[in-house]
């Protein structure tokens, strides 16, 4: 049995953007395989926005992250030695133990992927907790209807991007928020009827022409003076999910954004945040109707995958220069 494995550890906690002085790659000395636990080897992990909000030592939907741990998140795993009657050597799995290499985990705490024809990564991406949460934050809470806007921020990232074509399936008119020219072209080349770039002077003109009727429902990834821009654009009984506010993550002191309450009442707004496991007994219709949608070719997606658990850092640090789009993911092994 494989008697060690490479894991990545918050090494100290952020002050601002995070650095690669802030982890450690360290070598885990692995025990034996207790009854109903599987030995699994890394395929991909995810490196994801909500990362960086736990490596903050505050309250949140979930417990920090502990100095000297591994960065827990997402995985795609293959089972190389197993104790456990329902699993065996070969088989897939979706895990959540994060940056590492190799672990020993309990066979209760994965699960068994049945791929079809979906391809395996996206499992951490658009048919996995990626596209539930842009699934159910945009079908349960923003509640779209044929006819109306959706605006999408973060709109070229692994929610916004699915956000955007759920809505369009479901017959709204879709605008994205993005950060370059190129992520507004690839918007309207999957589906998006409109793409804005905030990073242009005249912002809040442009987002101004691509919702000419306001915004009715606007899944907020990003917060910020995107997120201003866009709430002064609701329409009456407009519905606000909020998903992230990664414009905020790297601020070193408290934030004070525009008050929106008064824009919430004059429009019969509601605003509502949400994360993922809140809708977690319904995760099975969710993964199917999404694999659905990327079987007919419904929903496409791109990937930014970077090679070699050893870049697992530097992937992460990707995520705030605009360096990804679609899913950013590190593939480990083949």
């Known amino acids: 049995m494989l008697q060690s494995a490479k894991r990545i550890v918050l090494a100290s906690r952020p002050y601002g953007v995070p650095t690669k002085e802030n982890f450690r790659e360290e070598t885990l000395e692995l025990a034996g395989l207790a009854e109903g636990e599987v030995l699994v080897e890394s395929l991909y992990v995810s ?6 909000g736990r490596m903050n030592d505050t309250k949140s939907y979930v417990p920090p992250y502990a100095i000297d741990d591994a960065i827990a998140g997402g995985v795609i795993a293959r089972v190389i030695e197993s104790r456990a009657q329902a699993l065996t050597a070969g088989d897939i799995v979706l895990a959540g ?3 590492q290499t190799h672990a020993i985990v309990k066979a209760t705490h994965v699960q068994k992927i049945e791929q079809g024809n979906v391809p395996l990564s996206a499992f951490l991406g658009a048919v996995g907790m990626t596209g539930l949460t842009a699934y159910f ?4 809470l923003g509640k779209p209807k044929a006819g109306e806007t959706v605006v999408v921020s973060g709109a070229a990232g692994a929610v916004g991007s699915i956000v955007g074509q759920i809505a369009n399936i479901v017959g709204a008119r879709v605008v994205g928020v993005a950060g370059s020219d190129a992520k507004c072209q690839w918007l309207r080349e999957i589906g998006f009827d409109e793409a804005v770039n905030y990073k242009h002077a005249n912002f809040r003109e442009q987002l101004a022409l691509a919702t000419p009727n306001g915004v009715d429902v606007y899944f907020d990834n990003v917060g910020g003076d995107v997120s201003d821009a866009v709430l002064r654009r609701i329409n009456h009984g407009a519905r606000i999910p909020v998903c992230g506010q ?16 008064g824009l919430l009442l004059i429009n019969s707004a509601t605003m509502t945040g949400f994360i993922v496991s809140d809708f977690r007994d319904q995760f099975a219709k969710g993964i199917s109707e999404l694999s659905s949608w ?12 970077v090679q070699g658990f050893e870049n697992t850092v530097e992937a992460f640090l990707m995520l705030f220069q605009g360096g990804n789009t679609g899913k950013l993911l590190v593939k480990v092994k083949e």
């Open 97 to 99: 133990y994060g940056w």
């Open 246 to 261: 990664i414009a905020t993550y790297n601020e070193t002191a408290p934030v004070y954004q525009t008050p929106i309450q």
């Open 294 to 305: 990327v079987e007919s070719g419904q929903i496409q997606y791109e990937e930014t995958i």
């Open 137 to 140: 934050g945009l079908l349960s």
């Open 47 to 52: 490196v994801d926005p909500y990362m960086r």
